[in-house]
């Protein structure tokens, strides 16, 4: 079955500043991969999703990209602010169900 | 639209006791996924159902669990005989026909805590 990994567990930035999320994933069929937020205590939330017949899509200060050849796949947040501190989760799927990474947790420090 | 409805959203069990979660999916939205998340770890995917069919149940546990949706109701979750190592954050998600993972949205969720 699918594997997801997903690179760093933790990630501490200073408000402003750039955010870089990593994640592999081992089945080539794979086709959608999107991006979660996870706020403590609620439901994942969608915040930017990608198709295999993309390389990247972009968002406001929300970025992904694709390489669908190293089977990799990155979330970029610019210009950070305190809000953006929580969970982030990359997936990926090629069907119905989707196969999580273990998850980024983003600190903003003011 | 209310949107993906669970109920409770917090749910004690004594060790051995029997727990019943429940997912109403968004109006138009045929197909219910369920997903545990243990602490400070990702969601796993456990079952997969259309009315009245499970398609994919990879994911649950042989034993204790099990799922349906019935024809009318919400969509169920049971765990009998719970075990410690079940409390977690169930998460129901539903999708339309044919859009699949691309469609999902995902309830509140219920945080099962087993005494």
């Known amino acids: 079955g699918e594997n997801v990994e997903q690179h760093p567990s933790t990630l501490s930035v200073q408000e402003g500043d750039s955010a870089v999320i990593k994640c592999t994933y081992s089945?080539?069929?794979?086709?959608?991969f999107p991006w979660y937020k996870q706020e403590l205590g609620k439901r994942p939330q969608l915040i930017i999703d990608?198709?295999?017949?993309?390389g990247e899509k972009k968002d406001q200060r929300i970025a992904v990209t694709l390489n669908k050849t190293a089977k990799h796949f990155s979330l970029h947040i610019t210009e950070t602010q305190p809000e953006d501190s929580a969970v982030y989760f990359c997936a990926a799927s090629k069907n119905e169900k989707l196969t999580f990474g273990t998850g980024t947790r983003l600190t903003i420090i003011p | 639209n209310a949107g993906v409805m669970q109920n409770p959203r917090h749910l004690v069990r004594r060790r051995g006791q029997e727990a019943r979660l429940r997912c109403s999916p968004m109006?138009?939205?045929?197909?219910v996924y369920w997903y545990r998340q243990l602490p400070e770890e990702g969601l796993k995917f456990m079952v997969y159902l259309q009315k009245e069919n499970i398609i994919d149940e990879s994911g649950m546990p042989k034993e204790r669990f099990s799922a349906e949706f019935p024809k009318e109701g919400p969509s169920i979750l049971r765990i009998q005989q719970v075990v410690r190592g079940d409390s977690a954050a169930y998460f129901c998600?539903?999708?339309?026909?044919?859009?699949?993972?691309?469609?999902?949205?995902f309830g509140s969720g219920t945080r099962l805590t087993v005494v």
């Open positions: 998600a539903s999708s339309p026909m044919g859009q699949g993972a691309s469609g999902y949205t």
């Open positions: 089945d080539s069929a794979s086709n959608y």
């Open positions: 109006k138009g939205h045929s197909h």
């Open positions: 990608i198709r295999s017949n993309v």
